[in-house]
Nanobody
Framework: QVQLVESGGGLVQAGLSLRLSCAAS????????LGWFSQAPGRERQVVGI????????IYLNSAKGRFTISRDDAKNAIYLQINSLKPNDTAVYYC??????????????WGRGTQVTVSS
């Protein structure tokens, strides 16, 4: 099973950008569908975006379109989440996940422990 570790979170001012990283070990990320999720304080976890094994297709939550970009670097066995024009309501713990299929991503995927992003106004 693949192990995932997120990094890159922190306290940032609104309007700035941040790139979160998710490093994998144990298996090649090219074998997996990958996703980024967020969980804001007091709210349920929600998907930010999901990218296919090849990276050819990436789908985003509607509210994430335009400011969030998922990329993957299979050579480094990592995926990234670029967040531009940060807003206070982007404050959340961000998680990456990996699974063989989209259908199993949330329920049976491998998850990191998350990285906290806090956006100040």
């Amino acid at each position: 099973q693949v192990q995932l570790v997120e990094s890159g979170g922190g306290l940032v001012q609104a309007g700035l950008s941040l790139r979160l990283s998710c490093a994998a070990s144990g298996r090649k990320l090219s074998d997996y569908v990958l996703g980024w999720f967020s969980q804001a304080p007091g709210r349920e976890r929600q998907v930010v975006g999901i990218t296919t094994r090849s990276g050819e297709y990436t789908i985003y939550l509607n509210s994430a379109k335009g400011r969030f970009t998922i990329s993957r670097d299979d050579a480094k066995n990592a995926i990234y989440l670029q967040i531009n024009s940060l807003k206070p309501n982007d404050t959340a713990v961000y998680y990456c996940a990996a699974a063989p299929t989209v259908a199993t991503l949330e329920t049976r995927g491998s998850w990191g422990r998350g990285t906290q992003v806090t956006v100040s106004s």
